[in-house]
């Protein structure tokens, strides 16, 4: 079982649209969680992170955490065709120094 | 605030010949982050530096790759000798401590021929 595990997509939605993107992981006990998005050729930009259970809101953007289902989403309201990227998940560990681990990502298309 | 730097940023190579990397983290951050990105995959951690020591290189090919962090600042990652299979774009990140939020530099992408 990988360590992060997220769908590679593509994931489709029309403009305006709210887009849903998961990541499950296997470390029960991981205390921080992290969005980043990676538009093509270019490095990962962190979006959001989040430490605790339910959601937390920035913008169009929420981070939603579910402990109990080693479960976090990233919901995109009002999605633009520039959200258009690879969005990747990232999951730190407990112990020593925090090792963080990354899915693969989960490909975005917004439809104009 | 400047954000990480990385030089040079594409570099290409044939097999068997040596490769180095460099990268300025955000001022003041203390942990610094080597990281390979293969196309298609998320980042993969080659090595994390807490200041100037090493706390994590479990998944660095020690055979053929090196990296340091001299005066807890700059650091330097070195492929000596390059296989095809390094070709990817590796990625330097920094955060202010081990538990925060870590931030990427521009990346290097590398060609083995």
């Known amino acids: 079982q990988k360590e992060v595990e997220q769908n590679s997509g593509p994931l489709s939605v029309p403009e305006g649209a709210i887009a849903s993107l998961n990541c499950t992981y296997s470390?029960?006990?991981?205390?921080?969680f992290f969005w980043y998005r990676q538009y093509s050729g270019k490095s990962p930009e962190l979006i959001m992170f989040?430490?605790?259970?339910g959601d937390k809101e920035d913008g169009r953007f929420t981070a939603q955490l579910n402990k109990a289902s080693q479960y976090v989403s990233l919901l995109i309201r009002d999605s633009q065709p520039s959200d258009s990227a690879t969005y990747l998940c990232?999951?730190?560990?407990?112990?020593?120094?925090?090792?963080?681990?990354f899915g693969t990502g989960t490909k975005l298309q917004v439809i104009p | 605030e400047a954000g990480v730097a990385q030089s040079p940023r594409y570099k290409i190579i044939e097999k068997r010949q040596s490769v180095a990397f460099w990268c300025n983290p955000i001022?003041?951050?203390?942990?610094l982050y080597w990281y390979q990105q293969i196309l298609g995959q998320g980042p993969k951690l080659l090595i994390q530096?807490?200041?100037?020591?090493?706390?994590?290189d479990s998944q660095l090919p020690k055979d053929r790759f090196s990296a340091e962090r001299l005066k807890g600042v700059d650091s330097t990652l070195k492929i000596q000798p390059a296989k095809l299979e390094d070709s990817a774009v590796y990625l330097c990140?920094?955060?202010?401590?081990?538990?925060?939020?870590?931030?990427f530099g521009p990346g290097t992408r590398l060609l083995v021929l």
């Open positions: 530096f807490q200041n100037n020591g090493v706390v994590d």
């Open positions: 990232a999951v730190r560990s407990t112990g020593g120094y925090q090792k963080v681990t």
């Open positions: 989040i430490y605790s259970n």
């Open positions: 470390d029960r006990g991981s205390q921080s």
């Open positions: 990140a920094s955060s202010f401590d081990y538990d925060r939020a870590q931030y």
């Open positions: 001022s003041g951050h203390a942990t």
